[in-house]
Structure formats: C-alpha cells, structure tokens
C-alpha cells in the first residue's frame, strides 16, 4: 500500500508505487534537468520533400558546417545546413544524416509561415545532448557536437558546455531508462519527460572521461560508414569492429556504475530497477519515426557486422574511389582513407579514378567500372587483402568474374547485385546513378556530384557514338558484299 502523497515529489505526481523509495527522495533533494539543461524543442518545415534532404543528396561541398550562431549564416552562400532529426535511438553519436535549407538565416522557411514552425531559432548550431522524440526500441541519447539546427523529432538540451558530459550520462544510464518509462510508458520522450530527470549535485571526472571514450568509441562507427560525412574508410577487420563494441559496453557498464553512485543508489535499488526494466521491455522492432523511411540497413548497422557485409563495404569503397567520390589521401576528404603516403602517391599516378565521373559495365575496356574495382583494391590493400575482401563479399571464385558479375546485375538481393546494395544502402537515395540502354547490356554509371551540363554530350561522343560505329561495321561485315 502507498498514499498519493508519497509521490508528491515526483513532477507530475504520477502513481509510481514501484519505484524505490530512494529515487523517489532524489526528485526533492536535486534539481531537475529542466532547471540547468532546459530541453528544447526544434522546427517544423512544413514541408520537408523541399526543405531536406540527406547530406549525400546535396554532397559534402555543398553543407555549410561550422557555424555557431543563426546570425553567421545570413550573408553565408551555402544553402543547406547539418540538421539534427530523429531516428535509430543510437547512444552517444550518430544520426547525422539529414541537412536543412537554411539559406540566409532561413529566409524561405520564414516565409513559409505558418505552415513552417520555427522554435528556439537562439539554440540553433550550439553544442547540445538529443535524442529521438519516437522509438519502440527504447530511449538513448547522443551528443549534437555543435553546427547543427534541430527538429521536432530530434529534440535536444542545452546544458553548459563542462555539464555535457554529465548529462549525457545521465540520459544513457538505466536509471534515466526506469524514471522515464516510470513517468510516461509510452514509446514518445518528450520535453516534458526529460526536463523532470533529477540531475545529480556532483560533478565527476570519471564520468567527463567515459563519456569522452563513450563518444569516440561510437564516432568511429561513424567514420567507417560510408553514409556519414565523416566517412574514412570500411573497417580493418570484422574482429576489430567487434572488439571495440565490446570496449563500449565496458564503458558503458563504467558510467552506469558511476552515475548510480552519484545518485547513491543501493544494490537493492539497482536490483528493483533491473527487475523492472527486464519486466518492461519492450518488444523488438523498428523505431516509430515520423519519416517512416527507417530499413534493414540501418538496423543491420546497429547490430554485428557481417563478414559479407564487412566485404561489400569494401567493394562500394572501391566504387566510390574510382568513380572520383573519395578522396584517398586528402586531408578530412570524405573517404580519405588510412593508408600510408606510398600507396596514396601509387593510387594518383594509377589514373584509376574516373576523371569525368562515369565508368561502365564493359568487361575489356579501359572504362570498366569492376575492373578498376579490382585495381584499387589490390593497390590499396595489396592482392590479398583485395582477394580476401571480394571471397568474403561474394565468394568462392574468380575475383574479376565474381565483381564483374557483382556490377552487372540489377535485381536479386545486395549480396548478388551492387545496384540493389547501393540503393539500400543510401535510403533509396543513391549516389551513383545506372543508365542502360533498353536490351540493358550496356551500362553507364555516373556519380551525380560530378555532372555538370557537358556530361551526356562528353558521354555520347567519347563512349556511345564510338560503339555505335563500331557495331555499325560489325555489321555490315557480317552481311558481306552485297
């Protein structure tokens, strides 16, 4: 039995007979997040078809990153701006995908009012702690580094930039998980919910130095994925990426110790919490976020890598390369890679990398998108690493059939087409885009950042017409005199 007052404490009053008479003492002994990280809600375009896009949509070179204040982006001439949405409820890092048309100060998006809903425009680019406003696979925090506006699907706190790192913890603890699903047992974290967390009075280097290798930890994913811009390349090994998931959820089980005993918790507490977490759970599946656009790829990207997937990465990598996306060797280039200076230098005096962004699926020629696949790979990782790659990608066989075959189908699963990898792999958003002729045997392929208005013509008088010709004769040599 318990009485109402018992709870009087606890923002909201809620009926939370099961929560530990401890926790329930510390929303009256501490201050609440709302009181020194006041969480904030973001905007609403109104219309996010023509307000967003994805960062690979736009390209790198085109995002205005950097930027402190709304006032610096007013004379700015890039148009479009990192923005923080909703998402796979990553920890620590991530979800980075999307940018903003925010030209001059959103000038368009001003005017877009009311349909547009603009909040909070003073918090925009600071440094800050989000998380996804919906998700059935629980909640999880992550740092907004700073240079980014927000959305109402990726609302965010701002606490002083030395208690980020508190925060962060704090969120990403079970505690925060059992107090949250206490307060609302819903799969919706809203402002309300967070702002009533009590934050704990002491301040711990331990935990600044966690959440610093929490943070990185996650980062690295980051910079292994090929969808992030701050991509450098597939990852080493299947065993690394393994091992450093296994750090993480060594550190992670080190901030939850350490944020339990900021807030004083008893073992007998901690047990209650877990029995009520386990008790909880909720079930398997995939985020409810209000873009609907969430797939196999990205849940496959949270769990174990794949030997086959740790393989196609590699092959794409290789793709992305040749066709001029990646920039082997240039310093924060997308893609850059970690090779020493000797195999960058080999890799520029190759001519492998398409100097017109096009290649093709034309076994023999010099224009031969698998061949030069297979190239780059051996330079960069020598004829083992490139035979070891394109056995775990694609299997047992000829390296240079396995990848021919691998670029030139286009239905079937990502394991058997690289079409079908690319296009799940980039959110239906791809990057490199296929044009066939109508019996589809023969195949350009182009990278979209590299068109400029001579590039059909420059495709049908170097390529096209040339094989037109040449059919021609073929032709007419096998009809013979007339």
């Not at 909201?12 to 020194?36: A, C, N, Q």
């Not at 496959?300 to 740790?310: D, F, H, K, R, Y």
């Not at 394109?390 to 058997?416: D, M, Y």
Request: charged share 25%; net charge negative; aromatic share 10%.
């Amino acid at each position: 039995s318990a009485k109402q007052a018992d709870f009087e404490a606890v923002p909201g009053k809620p009926w939370v007979y099961w929560m530990p008479e401890r926790l329930i003492k510390l929303f009256s002994e501490l201050e609440l997040i709302g009181t020194v990280a006041q969480p904030r809600v973001g905007l609403q375009t109104g219309d996010n078809e023509y307000f967003l896009r994805k960062w690979w949509e736009v390209g790198k070179g085109r995002i205005g990153f950097g930027f402190s204040s709304c006032e610096e982006t007013r004379d700015a001439a890039q148009m479009w701006y990192p923005y923080m949405k909703g998402g796979t409820p990553y920890p620590w890092y991530g979800n980075q995908e999307h940018v903003l048309n925010w030209k001059n100060d959103g000038k368009q998006l001003y005017a877009f009012r009311p349909t547009s809903v603009i909040r909070n425009p003073s918090f925009y680019f600071r440094p800050g702690v989000t998380w996804s406003l919906i998700s059935s696979k629980g909640f999880a925090a992550r740092l907004s580094p700073g240079g980014f506006i927000f959305d109402v699907a990726g609302m965010t706190c701002f606490p002083p930039v030395d208690n980020i790192s508190l925060v962060l913890a704090v969120l990403n603890s079970r505690i925060a998980k059992f107090i949250l699903s206490a307060l609302n047992p819903t799969i919706n974290f809203q402002v309300g919910d967070i702002e009533r967390l009590p934050i704990p009075e002491e301040r711990s280097p331990v935990i600044d130095a966690l959440v610093e290798e929490c943070v990185e930890l996650a980062r690295e994913d980051s910079r292994e994925s090929e969808t992030t811009y701050e991509f450098a390349a597939p990852p080493v090994s299947v065993e690394e990426v393994a091992a450093r998931k296994r750090l993480l959820s060594e550190k992670e089980a080190a901030v939850d110790a350490e944020v339990s005993r900021l807030y004083g918790l008893t073992e007998e507490d901690l047990a209650a919490i877990d029995r009520e977490l386990s008790e909880g759970a909720a079930p398997a599946g995939d985020d409810d976020s209000p873009e609907g656009e969430r797939d196999e790829e990205e849940d496959a990207a949270a769990g174990e890598l794949t030997v086959e997937e740790w393989g196609r990465r590699w092959l794409s990598y290789a793709a992305g390369v040749a066709l001029g996306r990646f920039e082997v060797g240039t310093e924060n280039g997308l893609g850059r890679g970690r090779f020493p200076p000797s195999v960058v230098a080999s890799l520029r005096a190759s001519k492998l990398v398409a100097s017109k962004g096009f290649l093709l699926n034309d076994p023999g020629e010099p224009l031969d998108l698998a061949e030069r696949v297979c190239s780059i790979l051996e330079l960069l990782l020598g004829a083992k690493g490139a035979a070891e790659r394109i056995r775990a990608a694609l299997g047992e066989g000829s390296p240079r059939s396995l990848v021919g075959g691998w670029f030139a189908r286009f239905t079937g699963q990502p394991a058997s087409s690289f079409w079908r990898f690319h296009f799940q792999t980039y959110r239906k958003r791809p990057v490199y885009w296929p044009l066939q002729s109508p019996g589809r045997k023969f195949t350009v392929w182009l990278f979209h950042e590299r068109l400029t208005g001579d590039t059909l013509f420059s495709l049908r008088n170097a390529v096209v017409e040339p094989r037109v010709r040449l059919a021609e004769r073929r032709i007419e040599d096998l009809k013979g005199p007339a």
